[in-house]
Structure formats: C-alpha cells, structure tokens
C-alpha cells in the first residue's frame, strides 16, 4: 500500500462568525482562480463572534494577493500534511495508534473516503512532529506492501 503524502502550506485569518463570513474571504480566492484543497473553520470559543478561517493551498502572486486583501496569512502553526491512498478497513486506527507510540500529538485529524480512496490531513504541533509523523506513515505504507507479497 503506498500513499500520496505532501505538506501543505496553510493560510489563515480571523472570520465574522456570521452568516457569509467565510463566503467573504473564499470570493477573492475564487476570483482569483484558488482552486482550494483544504478549508477549516473553527469558532474561537475565546472570542465570540469571531472564528479563524484555514485555506491551502494559495499559488501565485494573484492569489496571494487576494489572500492578504481579506486578511489571511500563510501559518506554520499548525503544521499540516494531506495524506490519500487506498482506503482499507482499520487504517485510521493503525496510523493514529503508531503515531501515539511515538508520542506525537495530534492537533487535528479529519479523513474522508470516496469509493476505494481515502484523502486526510493531518495537523501537528511542529515541522519535527509532522517529520516523524511521515516517516511512521512511510513505514506503515512499506509494511503492508511485505504483508501483501
């Protein structure tokens, strides 16, 4: 089993928390042909009314541009890997345990599957946890190939 795995350089900013917030901030990406990968919304729970708002990725200096004209930055916190590969039963368990045994702590996680793939992205604390992270996937991805000959 192998998989894609790529950092992605996220950018951020804070949102309205109110209807068409985010739609404010995707127009200019839009416009400015973003073709987006990744968005996340989170509330800041310590100020209401407001939330932060992650892209990725942002190419070029148009959709820079844009990006910075609605607020939004390029963030290393957290650090953010895209995963995809074959979907198999079990996968997300296998990874995040062995990630956990290796004492990496994850500041987010969202997978999702369509037919027989799977895409994910990972958030970490830091560029050295994200490192090991990969390496660990590598691992995973070279044992299953061994188990599958």
């Known amino acids: 089993m192998r998989f894609k795995l790529d950092r992605i350089h996220v950018w951020a900013g804070e949102v309205p928390d ?7 901030k995707l127009a200019p990406l839009a416009q400015a042909g973003a073709n987006l990968e ?5 509330r800041q729970p310590d100020r209401p009314g407001f939330g ?4 990725a990725p942002i190419t070029g200096p148009l ?3 844009a990006a910075k004209s609605v607020g939004l ?14 979907n198999q039963a079990g996968l997300a368990h296998r990874l995040t345990q062995q990630w956990a045994l290796a004492n990496i702590s994850l500041q987010g996680l969202t997978m999702a599957v369509l037919g027989n793939r799977f895409v994910g992205f990972a958030a970490f ?11 660990i996937l590598a691992d995973l991805g070279t044992a299953a190939d061994a188990e599958e000959t």
């Open 18 to 24: 109110q209807p068409g917030g985010v739609a404010s």
């Open 125 to 135: 604390d830091s560029v050295a946890d994200a490192n090991r992270a990969a390496q």
């Open 63 to 65: 959709q820079v541009r």
């Open 38 to 42: 990744f968005i996340l919304t989170r």
């Open 73 to 86: 930055a390029e963030t290393h916190d957290p650090v953010v890997l895209r995963v995809e590969g074959d």
């Open 52 to 55: 932060i708002l992650y892209v």
